[in-house]
């Protein structure tokens, strides 16, 4: 399985961003679909997450109501919707995913995921 993630890029404070993270290859019917973040120095955070078995989604406190995370699966693609950006939500995005199912109380530990993507730079200032 490889996955690359797209969309990444400066905005000012308030705005939004798409990030995009195309998948190839081939997972486990409800095989988790998640994005994750990290700052330099500091550990991976995770943000959201999809069980592709029922659709799903977690998020993050931080980010909960500002994100949305979706899948389109006729383009294999796991997309997350950002709005009113804080500069605190900078830092590479990755997405990733595994080739099983997982309990639901570890879909939002970075650990539990087997693929990852290169990551996209994420920067908000103004």
């Known amino acids: 399985v490889q996955l690359q993630a797209s969309g990444g890029g400066l905005v000012q404070p308030g705005g939004s961003l798409r990030l995009s993270c195309a998948a190839s290859?081939?997972?486990?019917?409800?095989?988790?679909m998640g994005w994750f973040r990290q700052d330099p120095g500091k550990e991976r955070e995770f943000v959201a997450a999809?069980?592709?078995?029922?659709?799903?989604?977690y998020y993050a406190d931080s980010v909960r109501g500002r994100f949305t995370a979706s899948i389109d699966n006729a383009k294999n693609t796991l997309y997350l919707e950002m709005n009113s950006l804080k500069p605190e939500d900078t830092a590479v995005y990755y997405c990733?995913?595994?080739?099983?199912?997982?309990?639901?109380?570890?879909?939002?530990?970075?650990?539990?995921?087997?693929?990852w993507g290169q990551g996209t730079e994420v920067t908000v200032s103004s």
């Open positions: 290859g081939r997972t486990s019917r409800g095989s988790p």
């Open positions: 999809i069980d592709t078995w029922n659709g799903s989604t």
């Open positions: 990733s995913t595994r080739n099983r199912r997982v309990n639901t109380s570890s879909i939002n530990r970075a650990g539990v995921y087997e693929y």
